[in-house]
């Protein structure tokens, strides 16, 4: 009997269509969806359809995929990736059929696909010299996989790009029984140009480490010269293809550019910190809490709201990044949930193209309270999420303004504010964050508090 393992997150357009298809399939007993602590509905409609689903104890494919395989009930072990829709009607029955016949103990997918970029340009060039055995597997970073569950209990499953590649080698250094099997043509998201440098790292960096950990090193300098090849063939590739491109890069403010929140500045000069605490307690509806925090700035002179955002520390060095990203070829502004006059006021001040945010009133430069959520934030038909209020919305209308494919798009955020809009972007960079679904959803990770990493990825 098989067990289908589907790892997961918000894949609640392809969820239901996924697990059905595994459902129907001769002897599939079990279905589990490993989810990584998805925001959307995906664990509803994988339950609604029959799946078991259990939570991911860490974030990241490599966790889930292990979680998976110590929790299923059978001694054959198929993976599926949760975004494919549909999948070719025999894909199990290809995977498993050598395992059943005792034809192999591993199977794993190709299919009539291009490869990918990282494929071609990482991947085989260094299978090529460390294990040009396993050339035969025409899509090494393929997720879709079979095997025995005695095996995949032997591995220590990465949690990085690398995962797939990896799980090849380990089969092929145990000397397991292994087999390709072409399972027709699929159809999935090919990874945006700015998102090829980090996988093509990660797909490196495991393959090299798997080769250096064998007991006769599969490697020598001669080789390792290659290596650097290998590296201008992809950067030549990937600059080649942006060096035309209208592009962008778009900054949160709060916690971002600036080192602190403006409203909580606020709170701390006109003392209403308890009441800024107790709202955001109290209320969960994203539009009335905007409404009602704004409340608090009732009274407050335009000049007094902008000695606050002044007060507040800009990261050093933004400016001249700003000015050099401009050089560049892209446009820079700001997407904020906080106020216009203030995202103005910074945009202004560090020479940005422009800023997106909610519209604090004024009546004779008093502030009255009250703002205007723009039409820009709310969800719409070409939304890419099911929040009221998004980001991502913001960032579609200026993209759609200004002819910009969203592929060639920099985001970068600090908060749960920012996840959609980092998620759907080309690049997507998790700034200084504590929140680690925001880190794992990231394609980047910037820890110290500088710009400076943008001009090694802005090309």
């Known amino acids: 009997m098989i067990t289908v393992i589907i790892p997961t997150i918000n894949e609640e357009e392809n969820i239901a269509s ?105 991947a085989k060039p260094l299978m090529s010299i460390f294990f040009p055995e396993l050339l035969k597997f025409t899509q090494p970073l393929s997720g879709m996989i079979a095997g025995k569950k005695s095996l995949f209990k032997q591995l220590d499953f990465r949690e990085d790009y690398g995962v797939d590649i990896g799980i090849l080698i380990d089969m092929h250094l145990m000397n397991v029984r292994m087999k390709d099997v072409v399972i027709g043509y699929i159809e999935n998201k090919s990874k945006p140009w700015h998102a090829l440098g980090k996988m093509s790292k990660e797909v490196a960096q495991t393959i090299i480490m798997k080769a250096a950990s064998t007991k006769s090193p599969r490697y020598n300098f001669e080789e390792l010269g290659a290596l650097n090849e290998i590296r201008s063939q992809m950067e030549f590739a990937l600059n080649n293809q942006a060096s035309n491109l209208n592009k962008l890069v778009v900054f949160d403010m709060d916690n971002t550019i600036l080192q602190g929140r403006f409203i909580d500045t606020c709170a701390e000069k006109f003392n209403f910190k308890r009441k800024l605490r107790n709202i955001r307690s109290s209320v969960t509806d994203a539009i009335i809490l905007s409404k009602r925090i704004a409340t608090l700035l009732i009274g407050k002179t335009f000049n007094e709201l902008i ?5 507040i520390p800009i990261i050093s060095g933004t400016k001249e990044i700003i000015k050099n990203l401009k050089k560049r070829g892209y446009m820079v502004g700001i997407i904020s ?123």
Do not use: W
């Open 18 to 122: 996924v697990v059905n298809y595994a459902m129907q399939q001769t002897h599939v007993t079990e279905v589990m969806v490993v989810d990584d602590k998805s925001l959307d509905n995906t664990v509803a409609i994988a339950q609604r359809h029959g799946a078991k689903v259990i939570t991911s104890t860490k974030i990241g494919k490599g966790a889930s995929m292990k979680d998976g395989v110590l929790c299923a009930t059978n001694d054959i072990i198929v993976f599926l990736d949760g975004d494919i829709n549909p999948y070719p009607a025999k894909t199990i029955q290809l995977l498993t059929e050598p395992i059943l016949n005792d034809e192999a103990d591993f199977v794993k997918s190709s299919f009539s696909r291009n490869a990918g970029r990282v494929t071609e340009l990482t």
């Open 307 to 311: 000695e606050v955002a002044d007060s």
């Open 337 to 459: 949930d906080s106020y216009d006059c203030i995202t103005n006021h910074i945009k202004n001040k560090l020479g940005m193209d422009f800023s997106l945010s909610n519209e604090l009133e004024f009546s004779k430069s008093i502030c009255t309270g009250e703002i205007k959520i723009p039409s820009f934030l709310f969800n719409n038909a070409k939304s890419l999420c099911k929040h009221a209020l998004c980001k991502t919305n913001a960032l579609l209308s200026i993209l759609e303004k200004h002819n910009i494919r969203i592929e060639n798009c920099i985001a970068i955020g600090d908060s749960m504010n920012d996840l959609c809009m980092i998620k759907e972007s080309g690049l997507g960079i998790a700034f200084c964050s504590k929140d680690d679904l925001l880190n794992h959803h990231a394609d980047i990770i910037v820890k110290e508090k500088s710009f400076s990493e943008l001009l090694n990825l802005a090309k």
